[in-house]
């Protein structure tokens, strides 16, 4: 399928590198590296140059921690897009919000996608896609509550609640309004699930690509990576990387990351060996 984030479209052998923008003091990852905006508009700047085609912009950390309302989401996050769409009109803008509100700010500002991580808390976020013709992340959460832990959570078949509740949530978006050239679903590794769901879906990947929609993972130093190897957050790029091989190998098409240059390669890789993608030369044994 076609991918249309508004008015940038990518064909279906096409995969993208979503760099991680956080406009927060309390990331789990850079600790508030990029807090400022200057600090974060020179993230922006050297991600294009290493090639990522999205930056995925957030003014919340996903964690339990001080309560942020929308005033304050936006104040974090609209002006800082409306400063990168005109410094970089070629680039994909993604907002990471759960909120309608922060979502029609944002595309007023010129965001092209909604990065609902929080699986459709506000059932109010598709509608605004849809009024502005943007693109949006389907996630599935398990229901839990934005910004809490998961906890003894169980599922049947993980995969398979995965599946009901992206789909359903892919075709609420098309239900209101948002083309279906610009759905993406996402299992959302860790969230909604402990180690070994996150794992299992890893695993299963292959049954989300066949439903047809483009997947997004979000993979990136997550907890499942460092309870797997034992590895704190510093310390998880080589488990990252073993699980986007995996991811790539079934045929992901967009990759939220930190760490851009080192992604690009191993989804290169593994989309090659998979025989989606030519070698970017190939003289060997033939001059």
């Not at 993230?43 to 912009?57: H, S, T």
């Not at 964690?63 to 002006?79: L, N, S, T």
């Not at 299992?187 to 879906?201: C, I, M, R, Y």
């Not at 066949?210 to 704190?232: A, C, H, I, M």
Request: a negative charge; charged letters at 25%; aromatic letters at 6%.
């Amino acid at each position: 399928m076609t991918l249309r984030l508004r008015k940038h479209r990518f064909a279906d052998d096409e995969t993208l590198m979503m760099a991680i923008v956080n406009r927060t003091p309390d990331s789990f990852f850079d600790k508030g590296a990029t807090w400022a905006e200057d600090a974060a508009f020179e993230r922006v700047r050297l991600v294009v140059e290493q090639g990522a085609e999205i930056v995925d912009i957030g003014g919340i950390k996903a964690a339990p921690g001080v309560e942020i309302g929308a005033a304050e989401e936006k104040a974090r996050v609209v002006d800082f897009v409306a400063r990168v769409r005109e410094e970089f009109p070629g680039l994909v803008i993604s907002v990471d919000t759960w909120r309608a509100e922060v979502g029609a700010a944002v595309c007023e500002a010129g965001a092209d996608v909604l990065n609902d991580a929080w699986g459709g808390a506000d059932p109010e976020l598709v509608d605004v896609a849809g009024q502005y013709d943007a693109a949006i992340i389907c996630t599935h959460t398990g229901g839990v509550t934005p910004r809490t832990r998961p906890y003894r959570i169980q599922y049947d078949d993980v995969m398979r609640a995965v599946l009901d509740d992206t789909l359903a949530y892919a075709e609420r978006a098309h239900a209101a309004g948002v083309d279906r050239e610009s759905i993406v679903i996402d299992p959302a590794h860790d969230f909604g699930k402990n180690t070994f769901h996150s794992l299992e879906v890893t695993r299963r990947l292959g049954e989300m690509v066949g439903t047809g929609w483009p997947v997004l993972v979000s993979l990136s130093n997550k907890d499942f990576v460092g309870e797997t190897l034992d590895r704190p957050v510093g310390e998880r790029l080589l488990g990252t990387l073993a699980a986007t091989a995996i991811c790539a190998s079934a045929g992901a098409r967009i990759y939220r990351v930190h760490q851009v240059e080192e992604t690009r390669q191993v989804v290169d890789m593994a989309w090659t060996i998979a025989g989606r993608r030519a070698p970017a030369r190939a003289i060997r044994g033939i001059q």
